[in-house]
């Protein structure tokens, strides 16, 4: 079966998406996504210009030669540009593997682990009660993992919140030139406990509170952070302090014993393999997109196993319902599977682009069952709405100092 044709398609219902199309010879096609948020024509001209043309002619049902092509035979390695164009060919293919097949991919990975896949939603307020009601709502719709994120009074804005009462900020996504955000840890630790406190308070101990600090804080204040919220018993703290320094979270180790997890933004399993192998998280939150496809988020899995850390996959509204479906399968296999992130299955006008069969019901998902990843893409659909330039916002001190988003 070989490839024919690769199409690469940006569409912007609400935000911009990269989807990839491999066309076989044999009449069957697979789709993948390569959105990189802020930086999506970087990939498409990767994928066109240098990626397509090596893979014309080649056997669709090679996945893994054409990932070890793509990553070891191109000399530049790593990288989110490469890896998010090396992460759509390689779902591209196991979707088409699973229809040539006639199986779902989760059933080529080894099949189900677990019946349904537990999700985390999110909770993100103008104030703690405004917080709260949302996360009650939330309970109510039968989620059973929530998290948290609250404006920071004295902040213009907060990471995961407007400012103006308007909307969650992940959903706007179209910003000709990057806002830019203040932040100052004084004022957030001022909120922070009081809002895990208050939670607990009011929801009591069954409830998964989970909590994104989005890399604001240096490791000691992450320590800090981490040693005052263990009374409330979170699931994890997300991306308590940037890991560049993978070492670094052996100072928020040694204080806390709040469950840690990182890695939306890992490429490979380079990007996390000391924190897993010191035992230094215990969640990876890497993603299908980000970190090279499905057949590098399996490694990382089995690699992650040895070391108890559990597979949390970063769910925000900047990956495609694609790398949703990539992630269902893995999650529905992967034996070490913790929770997925979840911010909803989109607009309409994403439901008419990607059509897919994933049911949610009472904060659990079930993958398809239809052959490859069960989702199609409508070209058509996704021409009605065409590529915004966008851009994620960019993080300063009060001072005026660039400060991590
Ligand atoms: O592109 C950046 C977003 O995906 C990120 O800000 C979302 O941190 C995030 C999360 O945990 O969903
Ligand atoms: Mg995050």
């Given at each position: 079966m070989k490839i024919k044709e690769i199409k690469v398609f940006v569409c912007n219902p609400g935000r911009n998406f990269v989807t990839v199309k491999i066309i076989t010879d044999a009449g069957i096609h697979g789709i993948g996504d390569a959105t990189l948020n802020g930086r999506e024509m970087a990939v498409v001209s990767y994928l066109e210009e240098h990626v397509a043309p090596c893979l014309i002619g080649r056997n669709a049902h090679d996945i893994e030669d054409i990932w070890q092509y793509?990553?070891?035979?191109?000399?530049?390695r790593k990288g989110p540009v490469n890896m998010a164009a090396v992460a759509a060919i390689d779902m591209a293919l196991w979707d088409i593997k699973g229809k040539a097949a006639g199986l779902p991919v989760y059933q080529l990975l080894g099949g189900k682990s677990r019946q349904a896949v537990t999700l985390y939603a999110h909770a993100s307020g103008e104030d703690i009660k405004d917080t709260l009601d949302k996360t009650e709502e939330l309970i109510n719709q039968g989620f059973k993992a929530v998290r948290l994120q609250s404006?920071?009074?004295?902040?213009?804005?907060?990471?995961?919140?407007?400012?103006?009462?308007?909307?969650?900020?992940?959903?706007?996504?179209n910003r000709p030139l990057p806002p830019e955000e203040a932040w100052s840890t004084q004022k957030y630790f001022n909120m922070i406990v009081d809002l895990f406190a208050q939670a607990r308070e009011r929801f009591g101990n069954d409830v998964h509170l989970l909590h994104d600090v989005h890399s604001r804080l240096t490791p000691i204040e992450s320590a800090r952070l981490g040693k005052l919220l263990e009374p409330y018993n979170?699931?994890?703290?997300?991306?308590?302090?940037?890991?560049?320094?993978?070492?670094?979270?052996?100072?928020?180790?040694?204080?806390?014993?709040?469950?840690?997890?990182?890695?939306?933004?890992?490429?490979?399993?380079?990007?996390?393999k000391d924190l897993i192998q010191n035992q230094l998280i215990d969640y990876l939150r890497a993603a299908a997109t980000h970190a090279g496809g499905i057949t590098a988020l399996r490694r990382m899995a089995d690699f992650a196993s040895i070391y108890n850390v559990k597979t949390a996959p970063h769910g925000a509204p900047d990956l495609s319902p694609v790398c949703f479906a990539a992630h269902m399968h893995l999650n529905i296999w992967a034996p070490n599977f913790g929770i997925q992130e979840f911010v909803g299955l989109g607009n309409e006008q994403l439901k008419q682009i990607?059509?897919?069969q994933i049911k949610v019901e009472q904060g659990m998902a079930y993958v398809s069952d239809a052959p490859g990843l069960g989702i199609e893409f409508d070209e058509e659909e996704a021409s009605k709405y065409p590529y915004k330039r966008s851009y994620l916002p960019v993080s300063r001190l009060e001072d005026g100092t660039v400060w991590n988003w």
């Open positions: 793509l990553y070891k035979g191109v000399y530049w404006a920071v009074p004295g902040l213009n804005v907060t990471y995961g919140v407007l400012g103006d009462k308007k909307d969650y900020y992940e959903l706007q996504g979170l699931m994890f703290l997300e991306d308590a302090s940037i890991a560049e320094n993978q070492d670094s979270y052996k100072v928020i180790r040694q204080h806390t014993t709040t469950p840690l997890a990182i890695g939306e933004t890992y490429n490979t399993i380079w990007d996390c990607f059509k897919h």
